[in-house]
C-alpha cells in the first residue's frame, strides 16, 4: 500500500511540475525525484498520465509537455534553468519553486532555499544589455541571482546587482559549471 500512495504522489508530482514549468525532458523528471530516491515511480508515472492523457511525451526530444500545444511553450533558458534548479536541490532544501512570470524577464525560475529568495536567470549574449538595462531599474531586496550564460567569456559584461553566482549548462545531460567574476 505504502508503494502505491508513493507512486500516485509522484504521478500527481510530475503532473504539477509539467504543468507549472511547460515543457521538461524526461531525464529531468528523473534526475528531480532521484534527489530524495523516488526517481524508481518515474517511468510508471509518466507512462500512467500519457494514458489518462494527462501529459504528452515527445518520443524524439524526450521532452514532456502538459498536451500537444505545450511543446510550442519550449523555452531554452527554463529548460537550462530547470537543471539549475535540480542542481541546487542537491546543495540546499528547497522549499518552494515556480515558474516567473514573463514580465520578470530575464528571471526564469524563483525558489526559496534555507528561507532565502533566489531566482536563476538566463540571458542569452544577445540580451546582456537588456538584462543589464532591466536590472538598473528594477532591484530586489533580498534575492540572491544566479545567472545562466552560454558562454563564460559573457560573464565580464553582465552588471546585475546580487549575484551570487554565474553558470554555464551542457544541454544534452545538463551538467552544470559555476563560476564567480571577480570585481
Request: charged letters at 30%.
Amino acid at each position: 500500500m505504502e508503494i502505491q500512495n508513493k507512486q500516485k504522489a509522484v504521478e500527481k508530482e510530475v503532473k504539477e511540475l509539467v504543468q507549472r514549468y511547460n515543457v521538461l525532458l524526461k531525464s529531468q523528471l528523473y534526475a528531480y525525484f532521484e534527489k530524495d530516491g523516488r526517481d524508481k515511480f518515474v517511468g510508471r508515472a509518466l507512462k500512467a498520465l500519457e494514458k489518462e492523457r494527462s501529459i504528452c511525451i515527445n518520443q524524439e526530444t524526450k521532452e514532456v509537455a502538459a498536451n500537444e500545444t505545450g511543446f510550442s511553450a519550449w523555452e531554452r533558458g527554463t529548460m537550462q534553468a530547470f537543471w539549475v534548479l535540480i542542481d541546487i536541490m542537491g546543495k540546499k532544501k528547497v522549499e518552494q519553486h515556480f515558474l516567473a512570470a514573463k514580465e520578470e524577464y530575464p528571471i526564469r525560475i524563483i525558489f526559496v532555499a534555507d528561507a532565502d529568495i533566489f531566482d536563476i536567470s538566463y540571458i542569452a549574449e544577445t540580451d546582456i544589455q537588456l538584462a543589464n538595462n532591466l536590472f538598473t531599474r528594477r532591484k530586489i531586496e533580498g534575492c540572491g541571482h544566479i545567472v545562466i550564460v552560454e558562454q563564460p567569456k559573457d560573464i565580464a559584461g553582465i552588471q546585475i546587482p546580487d549575484t551570487i553566482g554565474y553558470c554555464t549548462v551542457a544541454k544534452e545531460d545538463g551538467h552544470i559549471e559555476y563560476y564567480r567574476k571577480d570585481d
